[in-house]
């Protein structure tokens, strides 16, 4: 499913964040940026050293923030890093780093004339945030940017698995009404 906004496009897939063609995509890491799991080991595998020896020059990224590598061996020609925080209770500023991730990640595009973007869904997998609270802030974050961004052309949701894609689209809908 996509949607127009402003001059862009805000697409939702179920897919694989490794396997897309967008001029970047974004991985899910942590503050140290050494690799783990989840989005961030599928990343690097696919990706191959040369991403992870950029990381450690970079030296981490603060929990909110964005870092940008190569693609290394993906069909991406970047990788944007950002780290989301890890859900407690809701009521130690989640929400707000949380938004700040997709923010900060698409000035890191903008800022590198990057204009098509793919995002996983950051801090569902291992941090725990709650699918459908974090899918309306990643999903407002990105369409309060893009209407005011008209360099960014397109940036795509890349949803694991069905039920994911099933939540985004539901919260998408819930957000045009
Ligand atoms: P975090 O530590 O920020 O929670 P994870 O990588 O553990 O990050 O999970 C983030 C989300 O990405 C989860 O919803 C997970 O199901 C999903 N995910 C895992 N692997 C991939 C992949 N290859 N492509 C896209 N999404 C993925």
Same mark, same amino acid.
């Given at each position: 499913m996509e949607v127009k906004v402003g001059q862009g496009v805000l697409e939702i897939v179920e897919g @694989?964040?490794?396997?897309? @063609? *967008?001029?970047a995509v974004v991985n899910a890491a942590? *503050? /140290? &940026?050494l690799g783990g799991g989840g989005v961030d080991g599928a990343i690097h595998r696919a990706g191959g050293p040369q991403i992870l020896e950029e990381c450690r020059q970079i030296g981490g990224c603060p929990t909110g923030e964005a870092r940008i590598t190569t693609g290394g061996n &993906?069909? =991406?020609r970047y990788v944007i890093h950002t780290v989301g925080p890890v859900y407690?209770? #809701?009521?130690?500023r989640e929400p707000e780093l949380l938004a700040s991730c997709y923010r900060e990640s698409l000035k890191m595009a903008s800022a590198k004339g990057i204009k098509t973007v793919a995002f996983p /869904?950051?801090?569902? #997998? =291992?941090? #725990?945030?709650p699918m459908e609270a974090a899918a309306r802030i990643a999903l407002k974050t990105v369409k309060d940017y893009l209407a005011e961004h008209p360099e960014i052309q397109r940036v795509r949701f890349v949803l694991f698995g069905r039920p994911a894609y099933e939540v985004y689209e539901k919260a998408l809908k819930e957000s045009f009404k």
């Amino acid at each position: 499913m996509e949607v127009k906004v402003g001059q862009g496009v805000l697409e939702i897939v179920e897919g @694989d964040i490794t396997q897309q @063609d *967008t001029e970047a995509v974004v991985n899910a890491a942590n *503050t /140290s &940026l050494l690799g783990g799991g989840g989005v961030d080991g599928a990343i690097h595998r696919a990706g191959g050293p040369q991403i992870l020896e950029e990381c450690r020059q970079i030296g981490g990224c603060p929990t909110g923030e964005a870092r940008i590598t190569t693609g290394g061996n &993906l069909r =991406a020609r970047y990788v944007i890093h950002t780290v989301g925080p890890v859900y407690r209770d #809701g009521l130690h500023r989640e929400p707000e780093l949380l938004a700040s991730c997709y923010r900060e990640s698409l000035k890191m595009a903008s800022a590198k004339g990057i204009k098509t973007v793919a995002f996983p /869904s950051i801090s569902t #997998g =291992a941090y #725990g945030y709650p699918m459908e609270a974090a899918a309306r802030i990643a999903l407002k974050t990105v369409k309060d940017y893009l209407a005011e961004h008209p360099e960014i052309q397109r940036v795509r949701f890349v949803l694991f698995g069905r039920p994911a894609y099933e939540v985004y689209e539901k919260a998408l809908k819930e957000s045009f009404k």
